[in-house]
Nanobody, 115 residues
Framework: QARLVESGGGLAQPGGSLRLSCAVSGIIFRFYTMEWYRQAPGLQRDLVARITSGGSTNYADSVKGRFTISRDNAKNTVDLQMNSLKPEDTAVYYC?????????WGQGTQVTVSS
């Protein structure tokens, strides 16, 4: 069965950086589109970044130029490099694997941006 485990969250100062990683097992990783979502308290879960099986990427407008998504098909991992962090980036970040009608979620990792 699919298992997605996020790591790398924590506390960062405004302007700082964090790198999230998601380790994936139980699926044929290279076939899946991988995504990072985030959910702040009281708000809906929103897409932050996506990388397709072919390596194409797209980003939410709010993170363009600051966040970079990447994948390593040999290690079955997907990372999110987050630079120039802002307080409004504070949220629980979730890894998501998608292939046609099949989707799998990780448990989430907390990112807090505060001075």
């Amino acid at each position: 069965q699919a298992r997605l485990v996020e790591s790398g969250g924590g506390l960062a100062q405004p302007g700082g950086s964090l790198r999230l990683s998601c380790a994936v097992s139980g699926i044929i990783f290279r076939f899946y589109t991988m995504e990072w979502y985030r959910q702040a308290p009281g708000l809906q879960r929103d897409l932050v970044a996506r990388i397709t099986s072919g390596g194409s990427t797209n980003y939410a407008d709010s993170v363009k130029g600051r966040f970079t998504i990447s994948r390593d098909n040999a290690k079955n991992t997907v990372d999110l490099q987050m630079n120039s962090l802002k307080p409004e980036d504070t949220a629980v970040y979730y890894c998501h694997a998608q292939l046609t009608s099949s989707g799998y979620w990780g448990q989430g990792t907390q990112v807090t941006v505060s001075s």
